[in-house]
C-alpha cells in the first residue's frame, strides 16, 4: 500500500540549513578528504528530500547547506547499498534538479547542468547563500514507517545503528509495512511470522516467546531489556503492536545484550516517533465475528523549527470470537514527544496506557489421556458465562542521546512498565473417559500486580589506531521486577467434555479464598545489573574481528506467605564472553562467525525444596549474509549449535508438589542445533518477500529420565515461513495483492507422551490505492480453513487451543493532505 506525505509548513522566506554531523567540520581537510572516498552501507527511504539528506548526511558524517524553501516539496527515491559520500548524495539528488557543490562551510546544493541527467559531483565554489545553520538531529536510529519495504538494513538492537551485514549473529526485522499487510496487531502473532521464533499461547492470556529451543522471557522496549513473563503462576504477559514500529529478532544466546536469562535470542519492540512531516493517518476496520476497530495515528513538528516532534496513537478494537461466549475489548493510547534540545541532543518521552477486557476462555481444552484428538468443535468453550479477565498496563519511556561528533555517541534510556492482570474464571481438568466424563471444574481467581523498570546507558565511538579501524561500545543496564500476586481456586468433579455447564454459581477471590484456605499470595524482587563492552577491529580490507564480555549481578527473592516460605537465587560477577568474525567476501556477501557462552541462573525448585544449579553452556554460529540489489534484498544462511546443562525440567514423578504445580529437576546436558535460511526485500520490481525455513531439533543428550528424547515441546523441526505483496505495474499500479502461509512439522505435548500435528495455513490481501489519500483492503486468514491446534502448552488435560478458522477483515485507512 502506498502512502503520500505532505510536506511540512515551512517560512516562505529563504531557509538556509546546515545539515552537520559531530567534529567533521573541525577535523581538518584531512578527515573530509576521507570522509568523500570511503564507502559505507546506506538503507534511505524514498520520501521528503530535505529529510532525506538530514538523514544522509548524518549517517554519512558530513555537511551539506541548502535552501530549505528551494526544497520544499520535492522526493527522492531514497537510497540503499555501499557508497561514497558524494556518490550517495548524487543519487539522492536524481531528478530533482540540483546537484552537489562545495563549499568552505561543506557540501551545498547548486543546480543540475541538466534536469534529465543524474548531477555530478562538481568541485570548486558555489553560489553564495545566506545561512541558517543548524546540525543534522541525533535520531534514535532507523525507521520503517514509510518505507513500502519488508527489510531493514539497518537495527538498533546491538546497540547502536549497525548493518545486519556487520553482526555476526542471525537477525530478523518484521517492519511496519509486513505488520500493517499481514493485519498483524499481537506480538504472539507477530512472533509466528518470524523465520524461527514460535510464539506459544501460555497457561494463562499471555503468551511465550520461544527461538532455537528456548523462551525469551526478557523483551526489550527500544533497547533497554526488562522481564515480561515472570508470575506467581503461568504466563501472562502480552503486547499490542499499534504504536511500534518495527520489531527486531535476534536467534542465539543473546547475554551480551540483556544478561542472564537469553540463551534463545532478544527481541526489541522499537516505538513509533514524532515525524519531521505533519501526517495524519485514519482507520477502521471490520471483519469476522463482529470484529471491528478504528485507529489514529497523527504526528509532526509543533514548533516551526523542527526541534520538538509529537506522535500521537489512539487505537480502538473489539471482537467475539469463533469460541462460544468469548469476547475482547482494547484501548490504547500512546502518545511522545521528541525535542532537539541541541543540534547533537535527543530528548524523547513518552508514555502508553492499554486497557484489556474480556471473557476469555483459559487453558482451553483436553485431549484423551494418550494424547488422541477428542475432535471437539472450534466452538467449544470450556468456561462459564461469569468468565472475566482484565489487563491493564501504563508504560513511560524516556531516553537521551547526544552525539560528541561524527565518531562518539551516547544514549541514555529507561522504561517503566505497570502491569495488572485480574480474571475470576472456569477451565476443566482430568482424564477424558470415552463418554466424556472424568473431569473436574475447576474455578479459578487470580490477581497479579507488578511493576518492571529498565535503565540502560551506552556509550559507542570509532578511531583508527595501529593502521585498523576500531569501533567500540561500552555500556551498563540495570532491570528491577517487583509483584504482588495472589491466587485462589478450587476444584470440582463431575464435568463431562460434552455436556459443559456454562451456567454454574458465579465465584469471586473472596469466596475461591474461604474454600481453599485463605488462597495463595506470593511476591518477586528480581534484580538484575551488569556492564558490558565489545570492540570490533577491522584487521585488514576485508575482516573484522570482534570480541565482548559482559558482567552481571542477579538477585532473586521469593516469598510465599501461605507457607511462610522465603527463598533466595543470586550471582555475582558472573561474566558472559563473545567473539566474532566478520569477513566481507565482496561488497554484496559477508561470512562470519561468532561463539558466546552463556549463564542462566534458574528459580525453580526440587521437590526438597531447593534451587536448581544455574545454566550453563555456549553457543556456535557460522554463516553467510547478503545485500543484494542495492540493499534492497537482505539474505542469511546460518548454522548453529548450542550445548548446555542444568535447565530445569518438570518433576513429573513429584506430582504437584510446588505450590499445586510441578516441582523441577536439572536436564542433564541439552542440545540445539540447525539451519535457518531467510531472504526478506524487494526481490523482483513491486514484488516485496519476507521468507524462512528453520530446521532445528532439540534433544537430551545426557538425562536420567530423558535422553535421546525430544528438548523443546515447542519447537518443530521444521518451520517454513513467507509473505509476499506484489504491486502491479502500468494501468493496474493502484492494485496490490498478497499472499503467504506458515508450515511447520509436528510438535510434542508438555509431557512428551503425544505428538501434536502440524499443519500449513494460507492467508492472502487485496488491496486497492483508491486515490492518494485513501486506501483499501481486504485480508483473509486461514484461507483453506485448515483445522489445528496452535502452538501451546499442549497437555492431555487441557491447554490445546484451535488456531482461527477462516475469517476476513476489511480496512479503509485515509491519510488527508496536510
Not at 558555489?126 to 538531529?137: F, G, Y
Not at 481486504?778 to 502452538?791: A, E
Request: aromatic residues 10%; hydrophobic residues 40%.
Amino acid at each position: 500500500m502506498s502512502t503520500s506525505t505532505s510536506p511540512r509548513r515551512l517560512r516562505t522566506s529563504t531557509l538556509a540549513v546546515q545539515l552537520v554531523c559531530g567534529a567533521l567540520l573541525s577535523a581538518g581537510p584531512a578527515l573530509h578528504a576521507q570522509a568523500q572516498v570511503q564507502e559505507r552501507q546506506y538503507t534511505i527511504a524514498a520520501g521528503p528530500l530535505a529529510d532525506a539528506l538530514n538523514r544522509y548526511a548524518q549517517l554519512a558524517g558530513a555537511a551539506i547547506v541548502l535552501d530549505a524553501e528551494k526544497v520544499r516539496g520535492l522526493r527522492t527515491e531514497g537510497l540503499a547499498g555501499s557508497h561514497g559520500v558524494e556518490q550517495g548524495f548524487a543519487i539522492l539528488l536524481r531528478g530533482t534538479g540540483y546537484a552537489l557543490g562545495k563549499s568552505a562551510a561543506g557540501y551545498v546544493l547548486v543546480p543540475a547542468p541538466a534536469a534529465s541527467a543524474p548531477p555530478p559531483a562538481p568541485t570548486g565554489a558555489a553560489q553564495t547563500m545566506d545561512e541558517i545553520k543548524v546540525s543534522a538531529r541525533a535520531t534514535p536510529g532507523p525507521t520503517t514507517e514509510g518505507s513500502n519495504a519488508y527489510t531493514s538494513n539497518r537495527v538498533t538492537l546491538g546497540k547502536g545503528d549497525l548493518a545486519l551485514k556487520d553482526m555476526p549473529q542471525s537477525v530478523s526485522v518484521l517492519t511496519r509495512e509486513q505488520m500493517d499487510d499481514q493485519g498483524l496487531t499481537d506480538l504472539m502473532d507477530a512472533a509466528n511470522s518470524v523465520t524461527g521464533v514460535v510464539g506459544v499461547k501460555g497457561v494463562g492470556q499471555g503468551m511465550v516467546i520461544n527461538a532455537r529451543g528456548f523462551q525469551i522471557d526478557s523483551w526489550q522496549y527500544d533497547g533497554v531489556p526488562i522481564p515480561r513473563n515472570t508470575y506467581v503462576l503461568g504466563n501472562w504477559g502480552t503486547e499490542g503492536l499499534a504504536y511500534f514500529d518495527r520489531i527486531e529478532v535476534l536467534r542465539g544466546a543473546a547475554g551480551l545484550l540483556q544478561g542472564t536469562g537469553s540463551p534463545g535470542g532478544a527481541v526489541n519492540l522499537v516505538r513509533k516517533r514524532g515525524q519531521a512531516e505533519r501526517t495524519v493517518a485514519l482507520s477502521a476496520k471490520a471483519g469476522s465475528w463482529s470484529h471491528a476497530g478504528a485507529q489514529l495515528d497523527a504526528g509532526g513538528p509543533l514548533n516551526e523549527a523542527g526541534t520538538l516532534r509529537a506522535r500521537v496513537v489512539a487505537d480502538l478494537d473489539r471482537a467475539d470470537s469463533f469460541i462460544d461466549y468469548v469476547w475482547e475489548r482494547n484501548h490504547a493510547l500512546y502518545a511522545a514527544l521528541d525535542y532537539d534540545i541541541t543540534a547533537d541532543t535527543t530528548l524523547g518521552l513518552a508514555v502508553s496506557q492499554t486497557d484489556n477486557r474480556s471473557r476469555p476462555m483459559v487453558r482451553g481444552l483436553p485431549r484423551y489421556p494418550d494424547g488422541a484428538d477428542i475432535g471437539l468443535a472450534r466452538s467449544t468453550f470450556v468456561g462459564a458465562g461469569w468468565n472475566r479477565a482484565e489487563i491493564g498496563q501504563t508504560t513511560v519511556y524516556a531516553d537521551l542521546s547526544h552525539r560528541f561528533n561524527a565518531n562518539w555517541r551516547v544514549k541514555a534510556a529507561a522504561v517503566h512498565m505497570d502491569e495488572s492482570n485480574s480474571s475470576v474464571h472456569q477451565r476443566m481438568h482430568g482424564d477424558v473417559a470415552t463418554d466424556g466424563s472424568g473431569l473436574t471444574y475447576a474455578d479459578w481467581a487470580t490477581d497479579f500486580n507488578s511493576a518492571k523498570l529498565g535503565a540502560d546507558v551506552y556509550l559507542n565511538g570509532a578511531f583508527d589506531a595501529a593502521g585498523m579501524r576500531h569501533d567500540v561500545m561500552l555500556g551498563a543496564n540495570y532491570s528491577k521486577y517487583t509483584s504482588d500476586d495472589r491466587y485462589a481456586r478450587t476444584f470440582n468433579p463431575g464435568g463431562n467434555i460434552f455436556n459443559i455447564d456454562h451456567d454454574r454459581a458465579w465465584v469471586d477471590f473472596d469466596i475461591l479464598q474461604a474454600r481453599n484456605n485463605g488462597g495463595t499470595y506470593a511476591s518477586y524482587d528480581v534484580r538484575q545489573k551488569g556492564v558490558y563492552g565489545s570492540w570490533r577491529a577491522r584487521v585488514g580490507a576485508a575482516l573484522t574481528v570482534i570480541g565482548g564480555a559482559r558482567v552481571s549481578w542477579y538477585e532473586e527473592l521469593y516469598r510465599l506467605r501461605r507457607d511462610n516460605y522465603r527463598s533466595t537465587v543470586t550471582a555475582s560477577g558472573k561474566v558472559t564472553p563473545y567473539a566474532g568474525l566478520v569477513y566481507a567476501l565482496d561488497k554484496q556477501w559477508s561470512a562470519y562467525a561468532s561463539y558466546t557462552s552463556v549463564f542462566e541462573t534458574q528459580s525453580a525448585r526440587s521437590v526438597s525444596g531447593q534451587m536448581l544449579e544455574p545454566i550453563n553452556g555456549g553457543n556456535v554460529e557460522l554463516g553467510v549474509k547478503g545485500e543484494l540489489m542495492d540493499g534492497r534484498v537482505n539474505t542469511s544462511l546460518a548454522m548453529f549449535r548450542y550445548d548446555h546443562k542444568n535447565r530445569a525440567v518438570a518433576d513429573y514423578a513429584a506430582g504437584f508438589a510446588c505450590d499445586g504445580w510441578y516441582c523441577s529437576k536439572a536436564s542433564g546436558k541439552v542440545r540445539s542445533q540447525g539451519v535457518e535460511a531467510e531472504a526478506s526485500g524487494e526481490v523482483l520490481p513491486g514484488l516485496q518477500l519476507s521468507a524462512g525455513y528453520t530446521w532445528n531439533p532439540t534433544k537430551f543428550l545426557e538425562d536420567a529420565d530423558n535422553k535421546g528424547k525430544i528438548f523443546s515441546q515447542w519447537t518443530p523441526r521444521h518451520m517454513l515461513r513467507a509473505w509476499s505483496r506484489y504491486q502491479l505495474p502500468g494501468a493496474w499500479n493502484k492494485l496490490s495483492v498478497g499472499a503467504g502461509f506458515s508450515a511447520q512439522s509436528n510438535s510434542i505435548g508438555y509431557e512428551r507422551t503425544f505428538k501434536v500435528p502440524g499443519y500449513t495455513v494460507w492467508n492472502a490481501r487485496l488491496a486497492y490505492q483508491l486515490n492518494p489519500q485513501l486506501a483499501l483492503a481486504l485480508n483473509v486468514n486461514n484461507l483453506f480453513d485448515k483445522r489445528y491446534y496452535i502452538p501451546a502448552f499442549n497437555q492431555a488435560d487441557g491447554n490445546n487451543d484451535y488456531g482461527s478458522p477462516r475469517s476476513v477483515m476489511f480496512t479503509i485507512k485515509y491519510t488527508p493532505a496536510l
